[in-house]
């Protein structure tokens, strides 16, 4: 079983930024895929971001987040990051990391494909 747990959530202001974290409980290189999705109050579960860590780090975001939101990674802390910048109310949402054996050299935005899910972390932006 793959072990995701996420960091760095908070609350801030319209237009700033927050870096959030997510540690592996395994070499993320056995991993096919891994992303950020989000799910806001009442909302269903959306992709953000994801990448291809045996693919020369693909990466995919989604339409909503492309310039302002950036995926990494970090091999040697077992580490993930999304750096979200110049934040919009619409991105308060809990914030998941998630991982899969499975997926082609570009990775889905697509929930239900991703088997390992984080426990979320809230992003709270205020107008």
């Known amino acids: 079983q793959v072990q995701l747990v996420e960091s760095g959530g908070g609350s801030v202001q319209a237009g700033g930024s927050l870096r959030l974290s997510c540690g592996a409980s395994?070499?993320?290189?056995?991993?096919?895929?891994m992303g950020w999705f989000r799910q806001a109050p009442g909302k269903e579960r959306e992709g953000v971001a994801t990448?291809?860590?045996?693919?020369?780090?693909?990466?995919s975001y989604a339409d909503s987040v492309k310039g302002r939101f950036t995926i990494s990674r970090d091999i040697g802390k077992k580490m993930i990051y999304l750096q979200m910048n110049n934040l919009k109310p619409e991105d308060t949402a809990a914030y998941f990391c998630?991982?899969?054996?499975?997926?082609?050299?570009?990775?889905?935005?697509?929930?239900?494909?991703?088997?390992?899910w984080g426990q979320g972390t809230q992003v709270t932006v205020s107008s």
């Open positions: 990448f291809r860590p045996g693919s020369g780090d693909k990466t």
């Open positions: 998630a991982a899969a054996f499975t997926g082609g050299d570009s990775c889905n935005l697509y929930p239900p494909a991703y088997a390992y």
């Open positions: 395994t070499s993320i290189y056995i991993l096919n895929c």
